[in-house]
Structures are given as structure tokens and as C-alpha cells.
């Protein structure tokens, strides 16, 4: 374990270079802030470590997109940027140094995101992976897995609501019928996820995929983002008794995406893509990806950057506003609860998107 953190810590340093802290105050020619198709300062500087804006901080030598107070909160945040910081390096040093090529596209100002649903407990934005928040049909609040493990932790065996403390059910009758209540009062979540429960046969429940469709299209007029991108997904899989259909898909994952739903908004981006509109693509991409999304950042860098499609500014912009969103996601309760999967082999990578 000593010898990992050393190998980060020298990794991270080396990014640094020789600077020394009394230099970094200095502002040098090459730590100007990247600057946008438009020229304007699109990168602000922030230590994406500990978010502490300074006009007294280093730029990263390697990717040359991120700032830091000192070489301690780079060596801090470099599991976060180790990988993010290769993949530009390795553009960068194809490229002889050189931050953009001059084919790049113009996509405009980065956009203000979307509202994003928060944990009524810790006030943390909800993790992406629908593994990790609960849906509670007593309350109908969406709580966290941190959260919710904590407070399964503290109640000490007595199974029940994170948020409104109802004890769980305890049979299929008394988890359908709760949903049913929910349902019937047009909680558009409460009709989603019994939509889902007829779509799998979950507790108990025959195989329906009429009734499934049935709710989840009343859930989707009812504005539900979870609904639509379902409803999207069988229409493009030709699955749960629908026809493939590109017209309906394109309808309920736009719908999805004006709701907020950031995985709808990435998918809409790779349709823009392949239909050649890659301007339209970029600005899906760089605003799910400034919100925290994971796969998103992926495909900005190594489908658009390093294409030459994407300025290094722009690039800049969005992975300090990808680090930030990043750590809005994150709680000690959170962390455990990873942990507790972890150590119980029960994770999956595919939670951390």
C-alpha cells in the first residue's frame, strides 16, 4: 500500500515538473489560462484538489487543463486526473505541444446545467447509477446508498425508510401494494418503477409487458425522465413488445434529456454524431460531462480532442467543471458504502459513471 501511494505521489509530482511553490505565484507565459474559440477565458482558476480559487496557482505540466494550489493538492487529486491526464498528454506530446491543430470546431459557450435531483438527506446531487439511490414508496423520496447505509447501520437491524423511517415491507403483497398506493396517487416515479416490476416479473408479478408499457408511458406524460429514457430504449432495442422505431427513441430520449436526465443527453449526443451534426454532439458531450459524467469526458477527449475536433480551451473548461461536479457526488457515507460493496464483492464497475 506505501509503495501505490509513493508511485502516485512521484507520478503526480512529476506532472509538476521542477516549479517550486515560491514559482508557482509567479504567472507565466505558458500558465495564461487556456483561452476559448470566442476569446474568452474559458478555464477560471480553481485548484480542482481543494476548489480554492487563486490567481497563485499551478497549471498542471502534463495536460496543461487544470490548476492546483501547490504540488501537495496535485499529489491529493492525482488518482482522480492520473487518467484524463495521460490520455491528453499522450494527444499533446503527438502533437508536438501544440494545444490545437486548427481544425477544430466552434461550439460556443459552455451551457449552465440542468437542475439535477438531490439527496432530501445529505443534499448531495444523486449518484448517476440507478444502483446507487433507492426509490422509497412509503415517502416517495429518492435517497442515496450513503444515506441509506448509514441509516441502516444506526437503526441497527430495524429495516426502514432512510428519509421517513416507515419500516420496509416485508413480503411481495405489502412492497406491490405500497407501490400500487403510490401509483394511484400518479407519482410518475411510483408508476416507472412498478412499470419495471411488470416488465421483469419482479415480487411476485406475472410478465406483462402491455401493463409495463402501459405505465411507463403515463409516467412519461407525467414529464417522469426515467419513463421516457425506458421508453427510448425499447423503442431502439425493439424490446418489451415494441417495434424499433428511430422516430419514437429520438422522441422520449430528447424528452429525457430536456428533463435532465444526463445518460439520455450522452446518448443524444452519439445520435447527433452519427448523423454528422458533431458541433451538436460536442455541446451534449461537454455539458454532461461538466455535470460529472464519466463516459462523457471519455468520448470529449478521445473522440473529439484528439481528433482535432475540440479546442484544448474548451477541453480545459470542462474537465475543471468535470472535477468539481465530480466531487459534488462524493459523501463519507457514500465512500463506505462503496467500501461495503467492495469488501463484500458485490461492486460493480460500472457504478462509477
Not at 504540488?71 to 487529486?77: A, Y
Not at 425508510?161 to 419500516?167: D, L, Q, T, V
Not at 454532439?281 to 471519455?298: C, D, F, I, P, V
Not at 482535432?308 to 468535470?322: I, R
Request: net charge negative; hydrophobic share 30%; aromatic share 6%.
Amino acid at each position: 500500500m506505501a509503495s501505490s501511494k509513493q508511485e502516485g505521489t512521484s507520478a503526480a509530482a512529476e506532472q509538476l515538473g521542477s516549479m517550486s511553490l515560491g514559482e508557482s505565484v509567479e504567472r507565466k507565459d505558458d500558465d495564461a489560462e487556456p483561452t476559448a474559440r470566442n476569446g474568452t477565458t474559458s478555464a477560471a482558476k480553481v485548484c480542482s484538489a481543494c476548489e480554492k480559487k487563486s490567481d497563485a496557482l499551478m497549471k498542471c505540466r502534463a495536460c496543461k487543463c487544470v490548476w492546483y494550489c501547490d504540488k501537495k493538492c496535485q499529489n491529493k487529486h492525482w488518482k482522480e486526473h492520473k487518467k484524463e491526464c495521460k490520455s491528453i498528454k499522450e494527444v499533446l506530446d503527438k502533437r508536438g505541444g501544440k494545444l490545437d491543430v486548427g481544425t477544430e470546431l466552434d461550439i460556443g459557450p459552455l451551457e449552465k446545467l440542468p437542475p439535477r435531483e438531490e439527496c432530501p438527506i445529505c443534499m448531495h446531487v444523486l449518484p448517476f447509477h440507478d444502483n446507487l439511490h433507492t426509490y422509497f414508496s412509503c415517502c416517495g423520496k429518492v435517497v442515496c446508498c450513503g444515506c441509506d447505509y448509514q441509516h441502516q447501520i444506526k437503526s441497527k437491524g430495524q429495516v426502514s425508510c432512510a428519509f421517513c423511517r416507515e419500516p420496509k415491507p416485508r413480503s411481495d403483497e405489502e412492497i406491490l401494494a405500497r407501490a400500487r398506493k403510490r401509483a394511484e396517487l400518479k407519482d410518475p416515479n411510483a408508476l416507472c418503477n412498478l412499470a419495471m416490476k411488470y416488465g421483469s416479473g419482479k415480487n411476485g408479478l406475472p410478465v406483462d409487458e402491455v401493463k409495463c408499457i402501459e405505465l411507463l408511458r403515463e409516467s412519461a406524460d407525467l414529464g417522469f425522465p426515467g419513463a421516457q429514457y425506458n421508453l427510448g430504449n425499447f423503442h431502439c432495442n425493439g424490446h418489451m413488445g415494441l417495434e424499433q422505431n428511430e422516430e419514437e427513441e429520438l422522441k422520449y430520449i430528447k424528452e429525457a434529456a430536456e428533463g435532465g436526465d444526463f445518460p439520455s443527453l450522452h446518448n443524444l449526443g452519439w445520435m447527433e454524431n452519427d448523423n454528422g451534426n458533431r458541433t451538436v454532439a460536442m455541446q451534449h458531450w461537454r455539458l454532461t460531462a461538466s455535470g460529472g459524467l464519466k463516459e462523457s469526458n471519455h468520448d470529449l477527449i478521445e473522440h473529439c480532442f484528439e481528433k482535432g475536433l475540440l479546442h484544448h480551451g474548451d477541453l480545459a473548461e470542462t474537465l475543471q467543471a468535470f472535477y468539481l461536479a465530480r466531487a459534488e457526488l462524493k459523501s463519507n457515507g457514500r465512500d463506505q458504502y462503496i467500501k461495503y460493496l467492495k469488501n463484500t464483492g458485490k461492486y460493480k464497475e460500472e457504478y462509477d459513471c
